[in-house]
């Protein structure tokens, strides 16, 4: 759906309302504080009260979504919805306030608002997938000023790039062809963190996987079949195995951070990828894909508080199905602490045996 027709649609908030009451109810409202479905509309107002007697409250379509206590007015935050949605390698928080009519911290705010709702879990990836990393970041800087005509003699002098390289975001992905992508942040692109990614999101048993020759994948073998694409002797193409997807996806990436977004924080990062990984797994569909999207915004709830998100954003974005127990490490950590104590206690004592015999033969 273009803007022009999101524009006609939804010229007021009662018009805005009643789309999404229709969308998330049916006809039917449900208290979002209860879950009773025994309520009756407040006049003038697009509100319910629930007749629950343990509830009692009032309600509207917008409890519990990325819309509760925005200010923005609702025909505008869908044409900012819309915006969002049609621009493939994304727009900018100042594009939107000169296109929306709004200041920029309102629009920076609501831009966050609709990642939060585009934040998905993918798993049970299969058929031919592509996994490959990419690191983000600023272009090395020299260490120090020379003349133009100076020649790098010195490997060890000039700066990093690609793997290796310093102060930079690592990301890893891996992609169906034809089919879904995901991305994750990650600290180290060691084995046991793509394994972990691997097993995550990947069926082994209906999966083939493409990736290149870096050593962290080498473990794979024992758990998928892998196909290797050597780069480094210039080889990208063999037959069917390559990685040129998931290096297509990276390139739309790195196209939207450095024509867009130019600067981004590491902390709101992950809200970024989700939104590049949300617009490429539906660039099939993208008649539908307004209201696809405006359904998973009614089912998901805020996840920033005062322009800052409620936790860590790695973990909103790539939330954990077990997190690990940690009173066995507790007790560990205790017992080194107590066993470290008495050493040195020992110690101590030692030396005071050793400075009470000298005092005695003196």
């Known amino acids: 759906m273009n803007v022009i027709s999101i524009s006609d649609k939804f010229h ?21 504080y209860c879950g009773s479905t025994d309520n009756i509309p407040v006049k003038k107002e697009f509100r319910h009260h629930c007749n629950n007697p343990e509830c009692k409250k009032t309600f509207s379509v917008l409890i519990g979504t990325i819309f509760e206590g925005a200010r923005l007015p609702l025909p505008k935050f869908f044409v900012l919805i819309g915006l969002m949605l049609n621009a493939r390698k994304g727009i900018s928080s100042m594009q939107l306030r000169r296109d929306v009519g709004i ?10 608002r609709v990642r939060c709702a585009m934040v998905e879990t993918i798993s049970d990836m299969k058929g031919t997938v592509e996994a490959d990393e990419m690191y983000v970041g600023g272009k090395p800087r020299h260490r120090k000023v020379t003349a133009d005509n100076v020649a790098w003699l010195s490997r060890l ?53 493409m990736t290149d020759e870096f050593a962290s994948y080498n473990s794979f073998d024992e758990y998928v079949t892998r196909h290797v694409i050597k780069h480094k002797q ?18 739309i990436v790195k196209a939207g951070i450095k024509g867009q977004y130019r600067v981004l924080s590491r902390r709101y990062f992950p809200f970024y990828l989700a939104e590049f990984a949300y617009k490429y797994n539906r660039r099939n ?66 030396a005071k045996k050793k400075k009470e015999i000298k005092t005695e033969k003196e």
């Open 157 to 209: 002098e000039k700066p990093k790039r690609g793997r290796g390289a310093q102060n930079k975001v690592k990301v890893a992905g891996m992609v169906e062809r034809d089919g879904r992508v995901i991305t994750k942040v990650l600290s180290n692109f060691t084995a046991q963190n793509l394994l972990a990614m691997l097993k995550r999101y990947v069926n082994i048993d209906k999966a083939t996987l």
């Open 103 to 112: 200041t920029v911290r309102s629009s920076w705010y609501a831009a966050m």
């Open 234 to 251: 210039k080889e990208y193409v063999r037959g069917n195995v390559h990685t040129n997807t998931i290096e297509g996806y990276w390139s």
């Open 12 to 32: 007021t908030k009662e018009d805005c309302l009643g789309y999404m009451e229709n969308l998330r109810w049916s006809g039917h409202p449900v208290c979002p």
């Open 285 to 350: 569909a993208q008649s539908l894909q307004f209201e696809s999207f405006m359904k998973d915004a009614l089912s998901d709830g805020k996840c920033l508080i005062y322009h800052k998100p409620k936790g860590d954003p790695l973990k909103i974005v790539y939330p954990r199905k077990n997190k690990p127990a940690k009173a066995n490490t507790r007790k560990f950590n205790k017992a080194n602490k107590d066993a470290g104590k008495t050493k040195a206690k020992k110690k101590i004592a030692k």
